[in-house]
């Protein structure tokens, strides 16, 4: 029998599942080339009409789901503040109206900066985290699109240093060696700061991109493990 991913309790928990584990599942796509980079970002914006080739970063993840797309679509949904799913502890999200479509991220939890500090904390702006504002949800595939696809595409700013942010949910493909319903991506593209001080904070982007890579991999493993456990209890009449 399956179980649900545990619920984090606070800052330290949040810490110890999403930053300190290893994902049980590597979830990363490694570009081994600048033109294996170049092709994906193809594979982007022929999808979403968005390319992603002016950042600097490009992170993708993917991970197989044993569950319908749309299940596991429905599942991205309802990301908020109260999802086991994201280190909310560290990260909160917060629905702007309650919409989907709107988010910004509060470190912490924090709406205002501690110790009476104003617009900023010790020179750093870092509340919100970031902002998301939907470029497009597509909620329901194309009557074309052979592998029922379905996203939410993000334009991002604030803080933290994102260009775009999307979550990708389409159906497996048996030629490409997957197995499972249904294959997740989550893609970032950013710069850190702009293009022109990528020297100067190179050692930057590699300690961010490292937080990024384990966080998002242990977000898409829990979100498999949190679908399959409730397809499960679907299918074995327990509500």
């Known amino acids: 029998m399956l179980t ?7 800052l330290f928990s949040d810490f110890r599942n999403f930053l300190w584990k290893r994902p049980q599942i590597p979830t990363q796509i490694k570009f081994i080339s600048e033109e294996k980079r170049n092709e994906y970002n193809q594979r982007i914006l022929q999808r979403v009409g968005h390319g992603v080739d002016r950042y600097r970063v490009l992170n993708v993840h993917q991970i197989g789901i044993e569950a319908p797309v749309s299940y596991v679509f429905n599942e991205l949904l309802n990301w908020n503040g109260d999802s086991t799913c994201w280190p909310n502890h560290i990260a909160k999200v917060e629905r702007i109206d309650e919409d989907i479509e709107s988010i910004r991220i509060l470190p912490f939890g924090w709406k205002k900066y501690p110790f009476g500090f104003r617009k900023s904390f010790i020179g ?6 970031f902002y998301l504002n939907s470029i497009r949800i597509k909620r329901f595939p194309d009557a074309f699109d052979f592998d029922n696809a379905r996203y939410l595409l993000y334009e991002c700013s604030g803080g933290y ?3 775009i942010f999307m979550m990708y949910v389409r159906s497996s493909i048996a ?3 997957e197995k499972e319903q249904a294959q997740l991506f989550f893609s970032v593209g950013f710069n850190f700061y702009g293009k022109e001080y990528r020297s100067k904070w190179s050692f930057v982007n ?3 991109e490292g937080v ?19 397809i499960e209890k679907m299918e074995a009449g327990i509500y």
Do not use: C, Y
């Open 212 to 230: 990024h890579n384990r966080v998002t991999a242990n977000v898409l493993n829990r979100i498999k493990q949190l679908s399959e456990w409730r």
């Open 4 to 10: 649900p991913p545990s619920r984090s309790t606070g």
């Open 175 to 177: 030629d490409m060696g």
């Open 161 to 163: 240093p994102i260009g």
């Open 206 to 208: 590699q300690i961010w």
């Open 124 to 129: 750093l702006s870092f509340i919100p985290l």
